[in-house]
């Protein structure tokens, strides 16, 4: 799980780019590292239980159920492993506090990203009332604050470069540089 998990972060930047000259997309491998994710989080929970699973596991799913989250607008069975996963977070929340702050984040970017109903029920906390939990600012010491801020001019649409990369607030964003710069470099960009 971990080594997906890897995999994850490591394309993950470059999930709006194409390799010039290979077969590889960045997105496909993402998509293939969540999907080997939520299949190993669902193998351990039949083998053991989702409330004594390692506490960096939340996160994991959390990211997992994110990359599932960008791809359920076209796809059926990233909707169905993004509810996996959400319900796999329930069942941890349960041991892992974090794992309750997952599922209200992923309700924020369902809602932020116009797929409500993506969780499969009804959001137990109001958006409003999430607006409300924290402000982000650096004297917070709340890194896990659903509010997204767009500190770059552009949309909040998923896969935008200033929503992707920074669901929390204190993250900083990547930098990506212009056309040029990119071809120059070896990728172009995703239609």
Not at 6 to 28: E, G, H, K, M, T
Request: glycine fraction near 6%; include cysteine; aromatic fraction near 10%.
């Amino acid at each position: 799980m971990y080594y997906h998990f890897a995999i994850l972060l490591l394309f993950r930047p470059f999930v709006q780019l194409y390799f010039i000259n290979s077969r590889i997309s960045p997105r496909d491998v993402c998509s293939q590292a969540a999907d080997a994710i939520i299949t190993l989080v669902r193998s351990y929970d039949q083998l053991y239980t989702l409330k004594r699973i390692p506490s960096f596991v939340p996160c994991v799913v959390l990211t997992s159920c994110t990359v599932h989250l960008i791809r359920a607008s076209g796809s059926s069975s990233a909707l169905n492993s993004f509810r996996q996963g959400a319900a796999d977070l329930r069942d941890m929340g349960s041991c892992h506090g974090f794992a309750k702050t997952a599922l209200n984040v992923l309700r924020f970017l369902a809602e932020e990203w116009g797929r409500g109903n993506a969780m499969g029920e009804d959001p137990q906390m109001p958006i409003e009332q999430m607006r409300k939990l924290c402000t982000p600012s650096s004297a917070s010491l709340n890194f896990f604050c659903p509010i997204v801020l767009n500190q770059t001019p552009g949309n909040s649409k998923p896969g935008s470069s200033s929503t992707l990369f920074a669901p929390f607030p204190m993250q900083g964003l990547p930098l990506l540089s212009n056309d040029d710069e990119i071809e120059r470099d070896g990728f172009s960009k995703v239609p």
